[in-house]
């Protein structure tokens, strides 16, 4: 099991940027796959990104390709997502997931551990 701690988030207006960071416990991290989701209000859970245990393979969904960007430091157990070209429609909370494999997934399910998230707002 690993602990993950979410920071970063906050308001931004439409057009910004904003760099989450996601904080993991353990001497094992380049074991994990990682990945962020998100969730708005009244919606259920979305995938955002991944990025397999060595940093190698990057996965995003098809609404923030190009804007966003996950990115890992292995050194510091800590996994990045940096955002930019935020939308209104970026607006929810952001979790960060971990999963003991080489390769992450893109179902919320098959992540055992969750940070507590970090909310982004982007106003018109």
Same mark, same amino acid.
């Given at each position: &099991? ?5 920071? #970063?988030? !906050?308001?931004? &207006?439409?057009? !910004? ?24 209000? #009244? ?10 245990? *060595? !940093? ?17 430091? *292995?050194?510091? *157990? ?31 399910? #098959?992540?055992?551990?969750? !940070?507590?998230?970090? &909310? ?5």
């Amino acid at each position: &099991q690993v602990q993950l701690v979410e920071s #970063g988030g !906050g308001l931004v &207006q439409a057009g !910004g940027s904003l760099r989450l960071s996601c904080a993991a416990s353990g001497r094992t991290f380049s074991s994990y796959a990682m990945g962020w989701f998100r969730q708005a209000p #009244g919606k259920e859970r979305a995938f955002v990104a991944a990025i397999t245990g *060595n !940093g190698g393979y990057t996965y995003y969904a098809d609404s923030v390709k190009g804007r966003f960007t996950i990115s890992r430091d *292995n050194a510091k *157990n800590t996994v990045y997502l940096q955002m930019s070209g935020l939308k209104p429609d970026d607006t929810a909370v952001y979790y960060c997931a971990a999963r003991r494999f080489s390769t992450p997934t893109a179902t919320p399910g #098959g992540y055992p551990d969750w !940070g507590q998230g970090t &909310q982004v707002t982007v106003s018109s």
